[in-house]
């Protein structure tokens, strides 16, 4: 692919001086400055987000990256990450992740830093992976007269200051930083799938406080997987409903009721997308055997939590399935490192897999899942729940399905390992749910005492 035709027809009729630099393919910023002999600092490149009022570009040097956090407190709004739908959508003349930061060329608000030097010449990216537009500083910053100059949202890459052409490529694609590299493809939103269809209706439907059972039969009925999961769970013997159930109407109203199915829905079609191995204590088969096991516990769960502190049922199963999300974004993303972790993971065992992880990559699961779901603006009980369901400490908003989380993979861990739940349960995150050992271990006996049901379902899910 050559100059993306928008920016050269944009450049070309304002008489703007440039040319076109070809390099060796790059992945990243950083490495089209390595490729390119040139200091990271000279090559500009935006991160594409959305606010309330749309779609906006923030741009800065290869050197740096932005803090979202940051510019969302300059702006006084939050910004997230734009969807992948949108960028292909808006960006259809260029290659995933290589977007020219002129965001007026494309009708959209720009933001730059203005507390970054800016120099001499200027390198941008043309719009595919192998090409850059070199320019004056002059020229680059006549593109930005329509941009807002803030100031402190973009920050240091580690090593994004190095000017030594012998440099190696790792120490400038982040491989020594694996927390910032993969953070970074999550925020810009380039890699990774954008949320499912199916989902994002879902998650509209959700929204709507006038939906009916027969809006949701409507939409599941779309996907017949989905449709057969559903129906198939609701005649599982956990619910104990006569006769059977042959419809999804029936299913809904009658056995599930629709915050669950419209949860489970959500939770499917979310991981849908995901392919990683099967095999390891990582791989697809053990992900979908704790998500479905995890989800049925923390349902049953809240039916035992008093009343006045019980949470949602659908949420719990939503998170349940999903708050182990972000082995499906490693897998998706690094495929390498994942196949490395499951291995070591698999000789080692899970006991300290918070630390292994953080050693080998800088970065837990939990952190990578709630990327990708803050991104895709999933409910805040989800984000946390899968963000902080290893941390003891926690004590936000979302505690009480963070803290669901944690009992339920305690639990499940102490059964796999044979423990005597009545003598090893953790009474202080008892207490904190308002539970007694012998509701937990009531529940755990009617949770196994379905397992060739739940097992039925893992098999459909991890084909």
Same mark, same amino acid.
Request: charged content about 25%; proline content about 6%.
């Given at each position: 692919m050559a100059i993306a035709k928008t920016i050269k027809q944009y450049l070309d009729s304002r008489h703007i001086v440039y040319s076109v630099l070809e390099v060796s393919r790059f992945e990243t910023p950083l490495e089209a400055a390595l490729f390119a002999k040139i200091p990271p600092r000279s090559l500009y490149y935006p991160v594409v987000m959305r606010d309330a009022f749309g779609l906006m570009m923030a741009v800065m040097p290869a050197s740096h990256k932005l803090d979202f956090e940051g510019l969302s407190e300059l702006l006084h709004r939050k910004v997230s990450p734009a969807f992948q739908t949108q960028l292909s959508s808006v960006f259809a003349d260029c290659q995933p992740g290589h977007i020219p930061p002129i965001g007026i060329a494309y009708g959209l608000r720009t933001v730059i830093d203005a507390a970054l030097t800016t120099p001499d010449e200027v390198y941008i990216v043309a719009g595919d992976h192998s090409r850059l537009i070199k320019m004056s500083r002059k020229n680059f910053m006549m593109l930005q007269t329509n941009a807002l100059l803030a100031s402190d949202f973009a920050q240091p890459v580690e090593g994004g200051e190095e000017t030594d052409e012998n440099v190696e490529v790792a120490n400038l694609s982040w491989g020594s930083d694996f927390r910032a590299k993969i953070r970074q493809r999550v925020e810009q939103a380039t890699e990774l799938p954008?949320?499912?269809?199916?989902?994002?209706?879902?998650?509209?439907?959700?929204?709507?406080?006038?939906?009916?059972?027969?809006?949701?039969?409507?939409?599941?009925?779309?996907?017949?997987?989905?449709?057969?999961?559903?129906?198939?769970?609701?005649?599982?013997?956990?619910?104990?409903?006569?006769?059977?159930?042959?419809?999804?109407?029936?299913?809904?109203?009658?056995?599930?009721?629709?915050?669950?199915?419209?949860?489970?829905?959500?939770?499917?079609?979310?991981?849908?997308?995901?392919?990683?191995?099967?095999?390891?204590?990582?791989?697809?088969?053990?992900?979908?055997?704790?998500?479905?096991?995890?989800?049925?516990?923390?349902?049953?769960?809240?039916? +035992?939590?008093?009343? @006045?502190? &019980?949470?949602?049922?659908?949420?719990? /199963? *939503?998170?349940?399935?999903?708050?182990?999300? !972000?082995?499906?974004?490693?897998?998706?993303?690094?495929?390498?490192?994942?196949?490395?972790?499951?291995?070591?993971?698999? +000789?080692?065992?899970? @006991?300290? &897999?918070?630390?292994?992880?953080?050693? /080998? *990559?800088?970065?837990?699961?939990?952190?990578? !899942?709630?990327?990708?779901?803050?991104?895709?603006?999933?409910?805040?009980?989800?984000?946390a729940s899968t963000r902080e369901h290893h941390n003891q400490d926690y004590s936000g908003a979302s505690s009480i399905y963070v803290n669901m989380a944690r009992l339920t993979d305690q639990l499940l861990d102490m059964y796999e390992t044979g423990e005597v739940l009545d003598d090893e349960l953790p009474q202080a995150l008892l207490d904190e749910l308002g539970l007694e050992p012998k509701q937990v271990i009531k529940v755990m006996t009617q949770l196994f005492e379905h397992g060739t049901n739940l097992n039925d379902m893992v098999r459909l899910l991890a084909a």
């Open positions: 954008p949320m499912p269809e199916m989902a994002t209706r879902v998650f509209q439907l959700r929204a709507d406080p006038h939906a009916e059972i027969a809006d949701l039969v409507k939409l599941i009925e779309q996907d017949p997987s989905l449709s057969a999961q559903v129906i198939r769970y609701a005649n599982s013997p956990y619910f104990n409903f006569r006769g059977g159930v042959d419809n999804l109407h029936d299913a809904i109203s009658r056995v599930l009721g629709f915050d669950m199915v419209m949860n489970l829905a959500m939770g499917l079609a979310l991981a849908k997308p995901f392919k990683i191995p099967r095999q390891g204590p990582l791989g697809m088969d053990h992900y979908w055997q704790h998500a479905v096991y995890s989800a049925s516990l923390m349902q049953m769960l809240c039916k +035992e939590i008093p009343k @006045e502190k &019980r949470p949602r049922a659908g949420t719990s /199963y *939503l998170i349940g399935l999903l708050h182990d999300f !972000g082995y499906l974004v490693l897998g998706h993303l690094f495929r390498e490192e994942f196949d490395v972790l499951n291995k070591r993971l698999a +000789e080692e065992g899970l @006991e300290n &897999r918070m630390q292994i992880e953080r050693d /080998y *990559l800088g970065v837990t699961h939990g952190e990578l !899942g709630s990327w990708l779901l803050e991104a895709w603006n999933l409910p805040d009980e989800l984000v």
